[in-house]
């Protein structure tokens, strides 16, 4: 990505444009830890903690200040992010998307 974002500084016809920046597919936050995990080598095992739960914690924990994870972050994860036109990126600077699971292999 960082070549991408350099070529971007030295085209003029990108002024002024954004460009969405993700992945071809839709990767859950459960599959890239789990996939954190495997590319480690180390086996951890891990616990699924269903939604509510964790608003509830995360509203408990902000009351006292000690909250890892804000409201607003949590509102974030639970909207997902979803690239619309990532495809525009690849097709004005001519990059191939790599799916996750094999750039993976550069963590």
Known sequence: MSATFAAALEMDST???TF???GPS???Y???VREIVDVSGKKRGSV???LPIIEVFVRGATVFGS???SMDQLTM???GSVVPNGERLYQV???EPIPFHIAREDI
Do not use: C, M, Q
Request: proline share 8%; aromatic share 4%; no cysteine.
């Open 77 to 79: 994860l639970k909207e």
């Open 15 to 17: 002024i002024g444009e």
């Open 67 to 69: 909250s890892p994870l």
């Open 93 to 95: 600077f001519g990059v």
């Open 48 to 50: 699924h903690i269903p």
């Open 26 to 28: 839709v990767v859950e």
């Open 20 to 22: 969405d920046v993700g």
């Open 30 to 32: 459960e599959d890239i």
